[in-house]
């Protein structure tokens, strides 16, 4: 991993998200456009103050333009977490907006272990290439947390505070490839409550027109509501 490089992309990705040239973007930070391109390119490494600098342009936190790799730490005790967390140091998200009519993909790191049974977790939403998975419309940091029945992860946006993301992952403990989860925040888009049912997987799905309608409200799922007068995940 190049780090230089890994900063020179999120740069550029943000700075283009906000619809700036790079001489709009030299002129905030008081430096030459040769300079910021080559920020961008990985040809220099940025220092500490002028990438407080680039944030504050981009209007972003400096946690969202640094990468942090996680602790990629192999074979965690028998039994210090859930079956299908057991070992995991990454998994991969799916639900369906149905405002853009389209699958919305999130990539989750497992960092390090902040105390037993918890655990420090980045979540980048809105994924469009895995191999770039940093380069995401939001990012939330947080806490993954397991308990006997149920693992809850609970998330905060970087760059909305008053996004709080909360999932709830019933029977951890069952082994499999993937596993459903509920979750429940803000959305920006228009700015309101929402909750929805998640996918967690492994590694990534294949977004076959099935796989589309698994993410779907079902006919099962509507008479669950009506039933409990709420969205469950069972």
């Not at 709830?168 to 228009?190: C, E, T």
């Amino acid at each position: 991993m190049d780090i230089v490089h890994e900063i020179g992309e999120r740069i550029r990705y943000y700075r283009k998200r906000r619809q700036m040239t790079i001489d709009q973007l030299a002129a905030a930070i008081c430096k030459s456009k040769s300079c910021v391109s080559k920020y961008e390119n990985g040809q220099i490494a940025i220092d500490l103050a002028t990438l407080y600098d680039v944030a504050a342009a981009l209007e972003v936190r400096v946690t969202q333009l640094l990468y942090l790799p996680p602790d990629r730490t192999p074979g965690l005790p028998g039994g210090a977490v859930p079956a299908f967390f057991s070992g995991l140091d990454r998994f991969y998200c799916y639900y369906y907006d149905g405002r853009s009519n389209s699958i919305v993909r999130s990539v989750g790191d497992i960092l390090e272990e902040t105390e037993p049974g918890s655990f420090h977790v980045h979540m980048y939403m809105n994924v469009d290439d895995y191999d770039h998975y940093h380069l995401c419309e939001n990012l939330y940091d947080g806490r993954l947390t397991h308990f006997d029945t149920l693992s809850l992860l609970v998330l905060q946006n970087q760059h909305m505070e008053m996004d709080l993301y909360q999932v709830g992952i019933p029977s951890p403990y069952m082994n499999g490839p993937v596993k459903w989860g509920l979750a429940f925040g803000i959305s920006s888009r228009p700015l309101m409550p929402t909750s929805t049912k998640i996918l967690f997987a492994k590694s990534p799905q294949k977004e076959t027109p099935e796989f589309e309608k698994s993410l779907r409200l079902s006919k099962e799922d509507i008479r669950l509501m009506k039933l409990y007068n709420m969205l469950t995940i069972l």
